[in-house]
């Protein structure tokens, strides 16, 4: 059967820091597979971090809430703001990055290709003045077991 859960924060720096740690609290508690705990927490600390940003941005009255599902091979994320929507009011696309100058490395822009990398799948919509980030999460195999399968 299926666990779920909610968590609500506000939309600041320091908030989404404790927010995200509590999610990640709560998820290991409900027994969240170690092999994928690392990507969750970067994956969520990532969108966290763009809603405070950028959805809110210039606002401190903003909240966050993330409610999630933990099956037997899955774990579904669902992060939603009141804030400003996405740009065209899509999920950006993952930007490729030269980083062969080392001297001009890009200072930002890696986020949504970290989250499409560490996710398995992704989605947004805007409902009713609502944002609302889907992530999902295979936990059917341990990284070992996708970095050798064909």
């Known amino acids: 059967m ?3 859960f909610t968590h609500r924060f506000r939309a600041t720096e320091l ?8 999610v990640m609290a709560r998820l290991r508690a409900l027994e969240l597979p170690e092999h994928v705990a690392g990507d969750v927490e970067l994956a969520l ?3 966290v971090n763009n809603v405070t940003e950028h959805a809110y941005r210039g ?7 993330v409610t999630g599902r933990l099956e037997d091979t899955r774990l579904v994320l669902r992060i939603s703001d009141h ?4 740009p065209e009011g899509k999920l950006p696309k993952p930007r490729a990055h030269d980083l062969s100058d080392q001297a001009e490395l890009p200072e930002g822009g890696f986020g949504w290709g970290l989250i499409h ?5 992704v989605r947004y919509d805007r409902r009713a003045q609502r944002n609302t980030l889907s992530m999902m999460f295979d936990l059917s195999k ?3 077991e996708k970095r050798t399968a064909p």
Not at 15 to 22: C, K, P, Q, S
Not at 83 to 86: I, Q
């Open 45 to 47: 600390a990532e969108a």
């Open 142 to 144: 341990d990284k070992s």
């Open 117 to 121: 990398a560490l996710t398995s799948s």
């Open 59 to 65: 606002r401190s009255d903003g909240t966050i809430t």
């Open 2 to 4: 299926p666990e779920r």
């Open 15 to 22: 908030a989404a820091r404790g927010g995200i740690v509590a």
């Open 83 to 86: 804030g400003l929507p996405m």
